[in-house]
């Protein structure tokens, strides 16, 4: 079981501000921050070099596929790679093997990630029994559990009944509890594999419409202006998407949604290789809908950043592209592809990074205990982030059990120094 911890952090900025101080967390918690400070008894010590001192991240969208693929990736070893990427609390999607559509299964998952102790793990129940979307979930059971279900999801399917989808939100509101949406209407994208864009007709892919994504976001925009109560897009990825939310936000309706690192950085030009690592759903897009979603980031009409962590195994990735099984490593790049897409340009500055990768996603789904101010008396989680680093992404070298992630070899800027959970370093 995690046990709150002591540290002392050196030498950092809190949120990129000022001059550097030390900050010490004791039993849990943030008893100072100032300058030449003496370590609480028994803390530990954690160097942050001059680094920016953040909250710790919080990823609404993982998958650590326990139970039932353990050979791709286990709550341990998804722990791992989320605490060397910054991250204090993580959502595990409910699209495990048994799916996570009971309290048996949630409460699983809790409490191995409870005793892993590196994160706190918290589990995604399914909307509809085995992720089917024909019959509602025992969502209320799940919630009650000792997993404590906040966030529901079908994901990896949409729940695309919409009288279904109704009732769902009509349950989530009497719960109050998040249901997160993967917008994919499936009629339009039955076989497809990639963007249904000119490079996927030129290599002969079948195409994933963007209308496939905007029809469901915009349906359930309505869904949830009726209910009156609020819906999240998981992985918002095109430019119309960003124009819906927009709109919905304009009539009052509560809406809100997420980017992966992934659809911020990269687009279908990728394709070219046929390399089945740029297989993910919904697909890598263009250019001017990678351009429409940072600036959406920035100015706050997607809420935040979800890895969408899918690990997959060599032989399901390493196959014809339309064999390829969808989804990208993320945990341990994502700060990285963050700080190349938003900090560099100028889209976001490091209080920015704060809200887009820890205190919104913490306030969408109302965990108290993350996101919250670097304060005498908040809780001490948090990440040390070195903003001048540069490294070369080794898929051998990551945490997590799967090697697909789509930056391999490449040159990121800024990384992790270290992770504190509670007081305790998971990190360094
Ligand atoms: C995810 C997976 O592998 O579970 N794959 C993906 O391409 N994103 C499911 C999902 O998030 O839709
Ligand atoms: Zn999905």
């Known amino acids: 079981m995690t046990v709150n911890g002591s540290v002392l952090i050196t030498n950092v900025r809190p949120y990129g501000d000022g001059e550097p101080v030390d900050v010490a967390v004791t039993d849990g918690t943030i008893t100072a921050i100032g300058a030449g400070l003496e370590a609480p008894d028994g803390a530990e010590v954690l ?9 710790g991240f919080v990823d609404l969208h993982t998958h650590l596929r326990e139970p039932g693929r353990e050979d791709t990736e286990t709550v341990a070893s998804g722990s791992a790679a989320a605490a060397a990427g910054g991250y204090t609390a993580v959502f595990a999607m409910a699209n495990t093997d048994p799916v996570a559509d009971n309290a048996a299964v949630t409460d699983l998952v809790w409490r191995l990630g409870q005793e892993v102790g590196l994160v706190d793990v918290h589990p995604v129940g399914a909307v509809t029994v085995g992720l089917a979307g024909e019959q509602l979930a025992e969502m209320g059971m799940m919630a009650a559990g000792t997993g404590r279900v906040k966030l529901f999801s079908d994901d990896g399917k949409c729940v695309h009944d919409p009288l279904v989808m109704k009732r769902a939100l009509e349950y989530s509101k009497g719960l109050g509890v998040l249901i997160s949406q993967h917008s994919e209407e499936p009629r339009l994208t039955e076989g497809a594999v990639a963007h249904d864009g000119a490079i996927a007709a030129r290599l002969g892919l079948t ?3 963007r209308a496939a994504e905007e029809s469901i976001v915009a349906r359930d925009a309505l869904l949830a202006r009726d209910a009156g109560y609020r819906v999240h897009v998981a992985h918002a990825s095109t430019e119309g998407t960003v124009e819906l939310l927009r709109w919905a936000r304009g009539q009052g309706i509560e809406i809100s949604a997420e980017v992966t690192p992934h659809h911020l950085l990269l687009d279908d030009s990728r394709l ?3 390399d089945g690592v740029n297989r993910v759903n919904p697909p890598l897009r263009e250019e001017r809908d990678k351009l429409a979603l940072r600036a959406a980031l920035a100015d706050g009409t997607i809420d935040c950043v979800a890895t969408d962590h899918a690990p997959h195994a060599a032989q399901e990735k390493c196959c014809e592209f339309s064999q390829a099984r969808p989804g990208m490593l993320g945990l341990e790049t994502a700060l990285s592809i963050v700080v190349e897409t938003m900090v560099g340009p100028g889209l976001l500055d490091w209080r920015g990074v704060a809200r887009v990768m820890s205190e919104r996603p913490a306030q969408l789904v109302g965990l108290d205990d993350q996101g919250r101010p670097i304060a005498v008396g908040e809780p001490g989680n948090l990440a040390v982030v070195d903003p001048d680093a540069q490294w070369t992404v080794a898929a051998d070298e990551l945490a997590s059990k799967s090697r ?15 992770t504190v959970l509670r007081g305790t370093v998971t990190h360094r």
């Not at 160097?47 to 909250?55: E, F, M, N, S």
Request: proline share 13%; hydrophobic share 35%; charged share 15%.
């Open 47 to 55: 160097d942050g070099r001059g680094g920016i001192l953040l909250p």
């Open 207 to 209: 195409g994933w419409p």
């Open 272 to 274: 070219e290789t046929y």
């Open 404 to 418: 697909n992630t789509p930056y391999a070899e490449m040159t990121l800027p800024a990384r992790v120094l270290g």
